[in-house]
């Protein structure tokens, strides 16, 4: 698809993930423009011609970026990756004090540059964020979301498709709930291709019973600790699938992700920010999309939101 034109992304920080994102947005012709954001001066600007550098291979997209909070102006989207970094050991959550400091001071600078721009929370733990974003911006609802677990879906469907021996464009699962530990598969919507999950064992092929995808369910939930062990941050993949968030909204596309935005009376819950199947477009959030749950899924998806409310709570963010 060709970029919208005039479209400008806005990333704020320079780390490992905002750079990351850059370089998948440029790569990928997600937007017209990627302005990097970030207060390290000589990181920022080395960051940003490293990028510049390799435009000549990447089609239309230009980088500017700085230290200066003017380069986030006018962007159509802005994706905030500034935040402590998790180190290993520690959850998503133990991180939510110092970055909801971070975004008390940095949202409304942020929306006095870009107030008509869909803003999307990358930094953990980012269901806790949503809800602080929406309240120091001051802005609509549907217009401050995070990448939620559009990710560890990712991570399901490459794990399902390891497993049963096809492409993972042609596995369909989603986990919901908390992007933390509290997430789980929605199993009863799961499809290998056409096949429900559970159906699976075409040809002879040995089917997937309820201990092996419990295995899966818990590799996901795992699986960003296992990198940060082993590297000391997740990068590319966060990089990439925030970079597909941004062109269903700038493409205005009605895609269908699992983003986590603020819910209200969603199987029961209200108030918190939680994953869920969710249609993305141009005006951020366009809709909710209500699916059967099982009775399990449902006391699994409250027991989610009641781990995002207590964080709230602690943080007088309920």
Request: hydrophobic share 45%; proline share 4%; aromatic share 4%.
């Amino acid at each position: 698809m060709a970029v919208i034109e005039n479209s400008k992304l806005a990333i704020v920080g320079a780390g490992a993930v905002g750079t990351s994102l850059a370089f998948s947005a440029l790569l990928r012709g997600s937007a017209r423009e990627v302005a990097l954001y970030d207060i390290r001066t000589e990181k920022v600007e080395a960051e940003v011609l490293d990028l510049a550098h390799g435009t000549a291979f990447t089609g239309a997209s230009r980088i500017t970026g700085g230290s200066d909070i003017g380069v986030v102006h006018g962007a159509n989207v802005v994706v905030i990756t500034a935040g402590a970094k998790q180190e290993p050991g520690q959850s998503r959550l133990d991180l939510a004090g110092s970055n909801v400091a971070i975004l008390r001071e940095l949202m409304p600078a942020l929306v006095e540059q870009a107030p008509d721009a869909i803003y999307m929370l990358v930094t953990n733990p980012c269901d806790v964020l949503t809800i602080a974003a929406h309240r120091f911006g001051g802005l609509p609802a549907n217009r401050v979301f995070s990448s939620g677990t559009v990710l560890d879906s990712s991570r399901l469907k490459w794990l399902l498709a390891e497993r049963v021996g096809v492409a993972p464009s042609s596995v369909h699962a989603m986990i919901v709930g908390e992007h933390g530990d509290s997430e789980f598969p929605l199993w009863s919507q799961a499809r290998i291709g056409p096949i429900p999950i559970r159906d699976w064992a075409p040809a002879g092929r040995r089917a997937l019973d309820a201990a092996e995808l419990d295995r899966i369910a818990d590799d996901v939930v795992h699986a960003a600790y296992q990198v940060i062990a082993g590297k000391g941050a997740t990068n590319y993949a966060i990089g990439v699938s925030g970079a597909r968030i941004v062109e269903a909204i700038l493409r205005d596309e009605h895609a269908i992700l699992p983003v986590s935005s603020i819910l209200h009376d969603y199987q029961g819950v209200s108030g918190v920010a939680l994953s869920v199947p969710t249609i993305v477009d141009s005006s951020g959030i366009s809709e909710v999309l209500p699916l059967p749950f099982t009775d399990d899924e449902t006391a699994r998806f409250r027991a989610s939101a009641e781990v995002v409310a207590s964080s709230l709570k602690k943080l007088g963010l309920d």
